[in-house]
């Protein structure tokens, strides 16, 4: 069955109808001047970052090979496969909109070195990032819909552990190798830019398979404990990241304020997840740089809903939102904005 | 056709304002050292506007999706913009920058 959330199905073309597809989204009034400031690209901070980022993965990967064999390899590999399977996520992200340094090239770097970690081929998960970002969760749109109503649980908790995501990416992998896109893909990644993706998956197949291949000649699943393995073991935490976002919001509508939250963390998970816990600035402004997003959350707080204090509030609310719309795909939670905020023009 | 656009100091140098004339949008940089040019003023991959964007090393960002165009000479800098950007020419007289549409 084709789902509703297809985006070569009927909801697409009905949201075309509905004049949702690439509308006019909210943005709050911030003068030019201060914008400007917030904008502005700078190495430092994302070099400072990304310095500690892989200084830690080689030392607990390090310690994992020493401790090898013994119970101490545990908490070494926990490290490393968060801050390759979690923290990739984020420094794809990131680095895909290009804003975390000034210098063009180190943006380029992580954003190869995010994908591959992810299994996200850069120029398709560029393209599905782009419309997801022009219509945020506008049905038969937005290919990076992650809670669906009524949502696919067992799909979601298996993500936990990549055990859907992998596999497809494996797949599609081999499918990109030998030259095809998907027809998904077809409606949002230009003729001129496919030959990237089968060139990159030809190359992310010779290093998956030399992984393999060691592992398979060493009688050992150390290799894969470093390359590809992190993809499920370490995961978990960009999905526990990730479902905040947007699960169980509004979807259909054009103003951030609506289908996004922002939550407050603590400083290891916005290290982890780069500040993208201030999301719907982020999406209301995504030239703004990670490192300057508390700052344009200071900017816009009379205009948007309270911030969730913790990851636990924001899971009260969508666990909840979430298993209602598994018996009422219609509810949804609705956020108030605060008083004098500038109001939502229904398109 | 000569159209005045906006006066020199409406834009800052290193940066960028939007014009509307007849209802199209253009867009009207101010270099660092102080050249005027100007382009079409939405993205060529999608309706927003670049006169919101980030404007560096002559280059214009656009403000939803980060696509680049040098505004010299409107060409594309890459994912996600694959069409160049239309220019137009500019004079100055007086205090005046004026587009030829």
């Known amino acids: 069955m084709a789902s509703r959330y297809s985006l070569v199905g009927p909801e697409a073309r009905r949201a075309e109808e509905l004049g949702l597809v690439g509308g006019q989204w ?15 690209r700078s190495d430092q901070p994302a070099l400072r970052d990304t310095a500690i980022w892989l200084g830690l993965l080689a030392l607990s990967g390090a310690l994992g090979f020493w401790f090898w064999g013994s119970w101490l390899a545990v908490p070494c590999f926990l490290v490393y496969g968060v801050l390759y399977g979690s923290a990739g996520d984020s420094r794809w992200h990131e680095a895909g909109h290009g804003t975390p340094f000034r210098t063009r090239w180190m943006s380029n770097v992580v954003y190869q070195l995010g994908s591959f970690m992810m299994m996200r081929d850069p120029t398709v998960f560029r393209w599905g990032h782009t419309r997801h970002h022009t219509d945020t969760l506008i049905v038969g749109r937005d290919p990076e819909i992650q809670v669906m109503r009524p949502a696919r649980l067992a799909k979601l908790l298996a993500n936990l552990f990549g055990l859907y995501d992998v596999p497809v990416a494996l797949v599609t992998l081999v499918g990109h ?19 990237r993706v089968y060139r990159t998956a030809r190359i992310w197949l010779v290093i998956y398979l030399v992984a393999i291949g060691l592992s398979v000649a060493t009688g050992s699943i150390l290799p894969l404990m470093y390359i590809g393995g992190p ?29 996004t939250r922002t939550v407050h963390m603590c400083r290891i998970n916005r290290f982890l997840y780069w500040n993208m816990n201030y999301h719907v600035e982020h999406h209301m402004f995504p030239m703004v740089p990670y490192h300057r997003l508390p700052e344009l959350h200071e900017e816009l707080a009379a205009d948007l809903a309270p911030a969730y204090p913790s990851i636990w509030a924001a899971y009260r609310e969508l666990v909840p939102a979430v298993l209602h719309q598994l018996k009422d795909p219609t509810h949804y939670v609705r956020r108030e904005l605060p008083a004098g905020a500038t109001p939502f023009q229904d398109a | 056709m000569w159209i005045p656009a906006c006066k020199l100091d409406d834009v800052d140098a290193d940066d960028v304002i939007g014009v509307r004339h007849d209802g199209v949008d253009y867009a009207v940089f101010r270099s660092p050292d102080d050249e005027y040019f100007a382009t079409a003023g939405h993205c060529t991959h999608e309706r927003e506007l670049l006169c919101d964007g980030l404007v560096m090393d002559g280059e214009i960002e656009c403000p939803k999706h980060l696509g680049r165009f040098s505004y010299a000479t409107g060409a594309a800098q890459g994912a996600p913009v694959l069409v160049d950007l239309r220019t137009y020419p500019v004079k100055l007289e007086d205090d005046t920058v004026y587009l030829d549409i």
């Open chain 1, 26 to 40: 909210f943005r709050s009034d911030i003068p030019r001047k201060r914008m400007k400031e917030l904008m502005r």
């Open chain 1, 177 to 195: 190798s030998a030259g095809r896109l998907s027809a998904e893909e077809a409606t949002f990644v230009p003729a001129t830019e496919r030959f």
């Open chain 1, 231 to 259: 993809r499920i073991y370490g995961t978990f935490m960009h999905i526990v990241y990730g479902l905040t976002q947007h699960a169980g919001m509004g979807e259909n509508v054009l103003d951030h304020r609506l289908n």
